[in-house]
Structure formats: structure tokens, C-alpha cells
């Protein structure tokens, strides 16, 4: 074809309905919650283990958006951690692929990813840093997880998923039954609907969520770690947060990247929330 011919547009890739994610919290579903809630995407929110909690999005914007389920999950991923002093592992899988991300603080996240006929396509040192920064035994587990990154022709993605869980449950690790890896998004939703301790999230407004996170500072579940918890090094995080933030969603605009963009305006209104804490505080 010539360089001066106009070139046909490519259809969009069709959506893949396999995929699916779940989002892993070391932390108690109240402290969750509120900062969930900030990502502005509907969600279901169940405990999932002593101290774990296990977020399961009833959205699905990678079917619309053409944006691969990996990228959106690494996005949400770092925004619920940069939010927030625990840990965030996003699980997520599609026709052809399945991976883990981990997000924590500001750190740079860390994944691992195999094709869907299980052969990995990751570094070993990243389940290393996993194992490390979630304090897994240094020895047995990181020996477990080390045998997920060699070639087994008996073990798919899933395979592989539920693989990490295992040695995840050594950790306190114990998702509810039907959160199953590999699973549709539909069908998990369904499973964590029949959950009784099942929480659905909704953005209902700038109001309701500073008032969710005050709540949660004045029960001390985060406490001090928090953005507006009233000290010099938590304004500084705040102010760290916006200069962060901002970048960051530019960055996500002009990827057309909307796990990104909500990771950067998490960030944003985190850090914003915190430097306006002591003017929206309801004073007695």
C-alpha cells in the first residue's frame, strides 16, 4: 500500500467476556471501604480471611473501554494503595492470559503473568519481591511460588492463580467459595452476592466520603497513617499525594488508560481530602 493512500481504520477488538478480577486487601473490610469508595467504580466488598478483605468489581471497563484487564487492575491496584498503609494484590485474567499484581505505598507495583496454557512470562525476581513485601516465609513459600514461575505442562493459568492463593493462605488468605480464579466477572459477582457480610460500594458523593474516612479515623483503624489524621508528616504525605496524582492522570488521559487516570484521581482527591481535612471537619 502506498504511504499516501488512506489506510482503512481496524474494527475495535471484540470484548473479552472471560476476564475477570478480584482485588485482595490486607487490611479489615471498614478500613476498605471508604477508600474503595474513591475509585468511583461499583464494587462488592467481603471479608476474605483474618485481616484480609476481597474486592470484586460488578463493572467490567475493559468489555467497553478495549482497555486490556491487566492494565485496568494495575490501576486500581496502586491507587487503593497509594491511599492507604496495607497492601493491595489484584488477581485478573482473560482469554489468553492471567497475572498478579501487587501495590504498595508508593513503591513501584510488581506482577507476574502467565499465558493462559500456564507458561510463565514473568521474572522470578518479582514473586521474590512479592513474597518479601507481603512477609511471607523466606524459605517455604518463596519456594512455592518459585515453582510457579517454571514451565509445568499439567498447569493453566488458573492453574496457576490458585497456585498463588494456596500459598496465600498461609498468610490468612480465605476467599469466600465462588470467588474463584478464571472465573466470568458475572459469575463472581453472583458469588459474592450471596455473601451475607457482602457490601456493595457506590460513589455517593464528595460529602458521604470524607465523612466515611472521618469515621474510620475516629474508630482508629487507620489512624495515623491516614492523610488527615492532623500531623506535619501526614500533611506532607497529602501534599505528596496531589503532586503525584496530577502526572499521573495526565499521563492515563493521554494513554486512554482508565485504570490509570483513576489511579492519578485517587491520588488527587486522597491528598486533596487531607490538606482540606481541618476546614470540612464537622466541628461539635
Request: net charge neutral; aromatic share 6%.
Amino acid at each position: 500500500m502506498s504511504p499516501h493512500e488512506p489506510q482503512t481504520p481496524q474494527p475495535p477488538a471484540p470484548p473479552d467476556r472471560a476476564a475477570g478480577a478480584l482485588l485482595l486487601c490486607r487490611a479489615e473490610p471498614e478500613a476498605v471501604g471508604p477508600v474503595a469508595r474513591l475509585l468511583r467504580e461499583r464494587m462488592l466488598l467481603a471479608r476474605a480471611g483474618p485481616r484480609w478483605s476481597v474486592l470484586v468489581p460488578e463493572g467490567k471497563p475493559w468489555l467497553h473501554g478495549g482497555e486490556p484487564v491487566g492494565r485496568v487492575l494495575t490501576g486500581w491496584a496502586t491507587a487503593l494503595a497509594v491511599g492507604a498503609p496495607w497492601p493491595v494484590l489484584a488477581l485478573w485474567w482473560d482469554a489468553d492470559h492471567g497475572g498478579c499484581i501487587l501495590a504498595s505505598g508508593f513503591r513501584r507495583p510488581v506482577g507476574y503473568e502467565w499465558l493462559a496454557n500456564g507458561t510463565p512470562v514473568g521474572e522470578a525476581e518479582a514473586m521474590r519481591a512479592l513474597a518479601a513485601r507481603l512477609g511471607l516465609d523466606p524459605v517455604l513459600d518463596l519456594q512455592s511460588l518459585d515453582v510457579l514461575t517454571k514451565p509445568d505442562s499439567d498447569a493453566d493459568a488458573r492453574a496457576r492463580l490458585r497456585g498463588l492463593l494456596a500459598v496465600l493462605t498461609r498468610a490468612g488468605v480465605a476467599l469466600p467459595a465462588g470467588l474463584t480464579p478464571g472465573e466470568p466477572a458475572d459469575r463472581l459477582r453472583e458469588a459474592a452476592l450471596a455473601r451475607p457480610d457482602a457490601q456493595p460500594l457506590e460513589w455517593s458523593g464528595w460529602r458521604h466520603a470524607v465523612r466515611a474516612e472521618l469515621d474510620v479515623v475516629e474508630r482508629g483503624s487507620l489512624g495515623p497513617w491516614l492523610p488527615w489524621a492532623g500531623t506535619s508528616r501526614a500533611r506532607a504525605l497529602a501534599l505528596a499525594q496531589v503532586t503525584a496524582g496530577l502526572p499521573l492522570t495526565a499521563w492515563g488521559v493521554r494513554r486512554h488508560s482508565g485504570g490509570w487516570i483513576a489511579a492519578g484521581a485517587l491520588l488527587v482527591a486522597h491528598g486533596a481530602l487531607g490538606l482540606a481535612y481541618d476546614l470540612m471537619r464537622p466541628r461539635d
